[in-house]
């Protein structure tokens, strides 16, 4: 504000004055430069212009303003007053006279005078700023005293001046406090209400009340705007005193009592000079109407309790879905302890849901996933909200938290119902069992232990016995554990014990309620799993008798569910009332409990084990009772010693299978047959998952040393004949598939054993040399005295000496194989007519018409004899091909002889004697003529359509010729031929016997050779 001075003194006033800093200001200062100066404009202008830190300056300043205005109060009052007389002579030229009240026209005749002497309608607005701000400057001082002591930190007392006499004679020096929130010049001149939200969004509550007491009229109207900066986090408890609340009454809000500064308001605060000074139009800001300063909006009227019932839950809701549920649950009951209704079941869940957040801590380890908030609780059921208390509560804490969490949750939930009109006394144990039912059973051991029958009825989860055994039963049968059997049987030590008298009736409906409950926990489509709940619904109806008694069979399944598990074998409960009736679920069981418990080395490491072992197992087939039935009730002790002893061989403890049978302890009454027939699974078994086939390591060796158990046996030695020839097959390198050995599954599972023998012959080149290990290994693979798989070995070792044009060897095989079906024909007792025969006959004619037609085979007389057997073995309808095959060998055999009867001729050095001669002429002549009559068919003509009955003619020719004409001459003539043929080819000699033999030869020759030879 620019002013003029009158003289120089106070131009020099002036100047001093601008020149002082804030900081530099003084009380002497003041006095010096301000009180000397006469306009009273300037001085409370400059007053108002200078804002100061300092409380004391600033109180000195505001109050020598002040006093510069009281003069244009005091002329402007008389003005107020005395408008009245002075309008008199006017009234009737005012507008509007007759309506105007006696307040306007003061107001009127005030502005009037404004607009004359526009200084006194300033010094009486600076007036106005002067007060508030003396106002402020109060309420800043209550701040700084109510603002509490700040701490000291790292000030140490010197113990040994502790007591110190001439400490009472020291002053004292007053308490350091925290600093205030705000600086003074702020508070002065900022819009209250501004000046209220930031201190209540700084949770400077205790100020923020301050200012509200103080000037409670210009900011009561904005007081929701100010709860609404109030931080979500901030507990109603710490501002509660600018909370509103009901009245009396209890209709509406009420509205609280204030403490202003002045108790009377100064004469320029009334609504007169406000009103004279707005129509003088003065040009200088009005700066204290804090309403007009901001766009808050307010509700200067109290609320009704309807209205602010709302508004607590609007504001609890947002709380809520903050997360703030402290904060909520705060203000819930602040606004219940000030009578707002309508909030008593948000309170209680609000109470509920800060347990369920801050009571129950998540251990250190376990990460929260989400955050808990009102609408989330809305949405869970009461069992969720059980499962959400207890979620983190260990076997050691989960009776401790469903005393202190879940038993008040359960009693909010039975009052609201009889609050309802839906009384249901048994919502609380249904709620309770539901989550025992679905616990884990350590903890649900530690809520039986928590239930014991000793223990006070009031200090007892579950009070009621029978309901103790139907949730113990449910729990048990219904829990899919296998290795928790000491957790089981502590809980079952914790029930109740009954006293129920022998009736066979109830035997009877015992058994057959263990039945039926065998049949409902099978598995179905419908039902994959049986439940615990599910379990007590088919519990529930049971009386106290039937429960004893399913607690007697529970206690028989703890104990075999313990001996399965101490076997490696465990199974859940439920298993032993499926299998209750099932011999073949018990005789499965108890295989796997003979086999997997051989299979573990460190548990059954000697022979005591095994008697053990079998101990047990005797020890679940039970002893016949129909009352109380072990987990193998349905097999007999001989069932379980096959088993046992299957399991002993499996895990190759065959030195203990040997000792144990001979063991009078163990007991085993096992016939040899039995165990042979043991010892055969065991070793197929052994043999079917071996890798490799030699049977000198590995399953194969096992295979093998099984069989040493059984006494020995045709079939043992048989078996074992069949593992010699699965190493001797594997060691032939025979594959399954192109570069894959051959396993000894599919050696066994080989329908044509024999073609085996192809296999190795084929895959071997050199293996068909050895007729005799051939043999030998089609005799291991269980053809041993079977002519037939003899004779088609033989077929196949001439077939592959054919094949590699080893012909002398493939002679020797045809010749054992022609033997070997010549000598089965005449042992047989049913002749040529046997199956068998004529198989072997089969085989063999056409092995050797093979080779007898081979064009490199260059022995003749071989080739013919194998020929010869062919027409001997040959069905009919084959005779034309073998008599084909023969012709031209015969012509190339007449041809070699030929020649080296001329070679002979021409080389001979003696000369046979004429009655020599004539003798063997006439024998000749003789042979002649009776070959005459033998009427010899043309072999050069088409083969007769009937060759049977050619040679059965040939027979009765033969059969009616006789050799007995030949004398020792003659005899001798042939031998000297056939030494003489020997010299030139590769005939085999005749001796003296044989000569018989030749003349038959010569004699069928035309016939088709349709007769053998009978020698080999």
């Known amino acids: 504000m620019a002013l003029s001075p009158t003289s120089t003194t106070t131009q020099e006033l002036h100047t001093q004055w601008a020149s002082i800093s804030d900081e530099q200001l003084t009380l002497h200062d003041l006095e010096a430069t301000l009180t000397p100066i006469a306009n009273d404009l300037w001085v409370a202008a400059a007053c108002v212009d200078r804002l100061l830190e300092d409380v004391v300056l600033e109180r000195s300043l505001l109050e020598l303003g002040l006093k510069r205005t009281e003069a244009a109060l005091e002329r402007s009052k008389k003005v107020y007053e005395s408008s009245l007389s002075g309008l008199g002579e006017q009234q009737e030229e005012l507008p509007g006279s007759s309506s105007w009240s006696e307040e306007r026209r003061r107001s009127a005749a005030l502005a009037t005078y404004y607009r004359e002497e526009p200084t006194d309608a300033q010094l009486c607005h600076l007036r106005t700023i002067?007060?508030?701000?003396?106002?402020?400057?109060?309420?800043?001082?209550?701040?700084?005293?109510?603002?509490?002591?700040?701490?000291?930190?790292?000030?140490?007392?010197?113990?040994?001046?502790?007591?110190?006499?001439?400490?009472?004679?020291?002053?004292?020096?007053?308490?350091?406090?925290?600093?205030?929130?705000?600086?003074?010049?702020?508070?002065?001149?900022?819009?209250?209400?501004?000046t209220t939200c930031y201190l209540v969004s700084t949770e400077q509550f205790v100020p923020a009340h301050?200012?509200?007491?103080?000037?409670?009229?210009?900011?009561?109207?904005?007081?929701?705007?100010?709860?609404?900066?109030?931080?979500?986090?901030?507990?109603?408890?710490?501002?509660?005193?600018?909370?509103?609340?009901?009245?009396?009454?209890?209709?509406?809000?009420?509205?609280?009592?204030?403490?202003?500064?002045?108790?009377t308001l100064d004469w320029t605060e009334l609504p007169g000079f406000r009103n004279a000074l707005a129509e003088a139009h003065i040009p200088l800001k009005l700066l204290i109407q804090v309403s007009q300063d901001h766009n808050t909006p307010s509700r200067p009227d109290p609320l009704s309790s309807e209205e602010l019932s709302?508004?607590?839950?609007?504001?609890?809701?947002?709380?809520?879905?903050?997360?703030?549920?402290?904060?909520?649950?705060?203000?819930?009951?602040?606004?219940?302890?000030?009578?707002?209704?309508?909030?008593?079941?948000?309170?209680?869940?609000?109470?509920?849901?800060?347990?369920?957040?801050?009571?129950?801590?998540?251990?250190?380890?376990?990460?929260?996933?989400?955050?808990?908030?009102?609408?989330?609780?809305?949405?869970?059921?009461?069992?969720?909200?059980?499962?959400?208390?207890?979620?983190?509560?260990?076997?050691?804490?989960?009776?401790?938290?469903?005393?202190?969490?879940?038993?008040?949750?359960?009693?909010?939930?039975?009052?609201?119902?009889?609050?309802?009109?839906?009384?249901?006394?048994?919502?609380?144990?249904?709620?309770?069992?539901?989550?025992?039912?679905?616990?884990?059973?350590?903890?649900?051991?530690?809520?039986?232990?928590?239930?014991?029958?000793?223990?006070?009825?009031?200090?007892?989860?579950?009070?009621?016995?029978?309901?103790?055994?139907?949730?113990?039963?449910?729990?048990?049968?219904?829990?899919?554990?296998?290795?928790?059997?000491?957790?089981?049987?502590?809980?079952?030590?914790?029930?109740?014990?009954?006293?129920?008298?022998?009736?066979?009736?109830?035997?009877?409906?015992?058994?057959?309620?263990?039945?039926?409950?065998?049949?409902?926990?099978?598995?179905?489509?419908?039902?994959?799993?049986?439940?615990?709940?599910?379990?007590?619904?088919?519990?529930?109806?049971?009386?106290?008798?039937?429960?004893?008694?399913?607690?007697?069979?529970?206690?028989?399944?703890?104990?075999?569910?313990?001996?399965?598990?101490r076997w490696s074998v465990p199974a859940p409960l439920r298993w032993f009332l499926q299998s209750n009736g099932s011999i073949t679920e018990q005789r499965s069981w108890a295989n796997r409990m003979a086999r997997r418990a051989g299979g573990t080395d460190d548990m059954l490491s000697s022979q005591d084990d095994w008697e053990w072992l079998l101990e047990d197992m005797l020890k679940l087939a039970g002893s016949g009772d129909t009352e109380l039935r072990g987990a193998f009730c349905l097999l007999s002790r001989d069932d379980i010693t096959r088993i046992f002893f299957s399991g002993l061989l499996s895990a190759a403890k065959f030195d203990i299978a040997k000792a144990l049978l001979h063991s009078k302890k163990a007991n085993i009454q096992l016939s040899r047959d039995v165990v042979e027939d043991i010892c055969l699974a065991s070793s197929q078994e052994f043999y079917d998952n071996a890798s490799s086939g030699n049977y000198h390591f590995g399953e194969m060796k096992l295979a093998y040393d099984c069989l040493d158990v059984a006494h020995p046996s045709e079939t043992i030695q048989r078996q074992k004949d069949f593992i010699e020839a699965t190493s001797r097959l594997c060691s032939y390198n025979i594959t399954s598939r192109p570069g894959i050995p051959i396993s000894p599954i599919e050696i066994r599972l080989t329908k044509d054993r024999l073609s085996l023998i192809s296999r190795v012959l084929s895959s071997n080149s050199d293996a068909y040399k050895h007729t005799q290990v051939i043999l030998d290994l089609a005799n291991m693979l269980g053809f041993k005295g079977d002519v037939v798989a003899e004779v088609k070995t033989l077929a196949m070792l001439a077939d592959t000496a054919l094949q590699a044009e080893d012909f002398n060897l493939a002679y020797e095989s045809s010749v054992r194989m022609v033997s070997t079906v010549l000598d089965f024909r005449v042992s047989s007792s049913y002749g040529i007519d046997d199956p068998k025969v004529q198989e072997a006959s089969e085989v063999c004619w056409i092995a050797c018409y093979q080779l007898g037609r081979q064009p490199e085979f260059a022995d003749v007389g071989k080739k013919l004899s194998l020929l010869g057997r062919a027409l001997e073995l040959c069905p009919s309808d084959k005779l034309a091909d073998v008599l084909t095959a023969r012709r031209p060998i015969e012509e190339e055999d007449k041809e070699e002889r030929q020649a080296s009867l001329a070679a002979r001729q021409r080389g001979a050095r003696t000369t046979i004697s004429r009655k020599h001669a004539s003798r063997v002429n006439g024998n000749t002549v003789s042979l002649a003529s009776r070959l005459q009559e033998l009427r010899m068919p043309n072999l050069s003509s088409p083969i007769t359509p009937d060759p049977a009955a050619l040679a059965e003619k040939a027979f009765r020719a033969a059969a009616n010729f006789s050799f007995s004409d030949f004398s020792a001459r003659g005899r001798s003539l042939i031998s000297d031929a056939a030494r003489e043929r020997s010299t030139s080819g590769s005939r085999t000699r005749y001796d003296g016997a044989e000569v018989s033999a030749q003349a038959q030869k010569v004699l069928s020759k035309g016939l088709g050779w349709l007769l053998g030879d009978d020698d080999k």
């Open 130 to 194: 002067f007060l508030d701000r003396l106002d402020r400057l109060e309420a800043y001082g209550r701040i700084a005293e109510e603002m509490p002591e700040q701490e000291t930190v790292g000030e140490e007392i010197d113990e040994e001046w502790e007591d110190d006499p001439w400490a009472d004679d020291k002053p004292v020096a007053p308490p350091k406090r925290v600093p205030l929130p705000l600086p003074l010049v702020a508070f002065l001149v900022d819009d209250l209400v501004t």
């Open 210 to 263: 301050i200012v509200l007491d103080r000037f409670g009229p210009a900011i009561w109207p904005f007081r929701f705007a100010i709860l609404e900066s109030i931080p979500e986090h901030s507990l109603a408890s710490e501002y509660r005193d600018l909370l509103p609340s009901i009245d009396s009454s209890g209709q509406s809000e009420e509205r609280p009592p204030f403490a202003p500064r002045r108790s």
């Open 310 to 565: 709302l508004w607590y839950r609007e504001r609890i809701e947002g709380l809520n879905s903050s997360g703030f549920v402290d904060s909520a649950l705060s203000l819930v009951q602040h606004a219940a302890s000030h009578g707002v209704p309508g909030l008593d079941e948000v309170g209680e869940e609000l109470s509920l849901l800060s347990r369920l957040v801050y009571d129950v801590a998540p251990p250190a380890n376990v990460e929260v996933e989400d955050e808990w908030d009102f609408n989330r609780w809305k949405a869970l059921t009461p069992s969720d909200i059980i499962r959400a208390y207890l979620a983190h509560s260990s076997s050691d804490t989960v009776v401790q938290d469903i005393h202190r969490l879940v038993m008040p949750y359960l009693y909010v939930l039975e009052s609201r119902a009889e609050r309802s009109g839906n009384t249901d006394p048994s919502l609380p144990n249904r709620l309770l069992y539901e989550y025992i039912l679905q616990a884990p059973l350590d903890k649900v051991l530690a809520i039986f232990e928590g239930s014991k029958p000793t223990l006070p009825p009031a200090h007892r989860l579950i009070r009621d016995d029978e309901d103790m055994a139907r949730i113990a039963l449910a729990c048990l049968y219904g829990s899919n554990s296998l290795d928790e059997w000491g957790t089981m049987s502590r809980i079952f030590e914790c029930l109740p014990a009954w006293d129920t008298p022998e009736d066979g009736d109830e035997t009877d409906e015992v058994d057959t309620t263990i039945a039926s409950l065998g049949a409902f926990v099978v598995p179905s489509t419908a039902r994959p799993r049986c439940t615990p709940s599910d379990l007590l619904l088919f519990f529930k109806p049971l009386p106290f008798t039937s429960l004893s008694r399913a607690l007697d069979v529970l206690d028989v399944h703890l104990e075999s569910g313990e001996i399965l598990a």
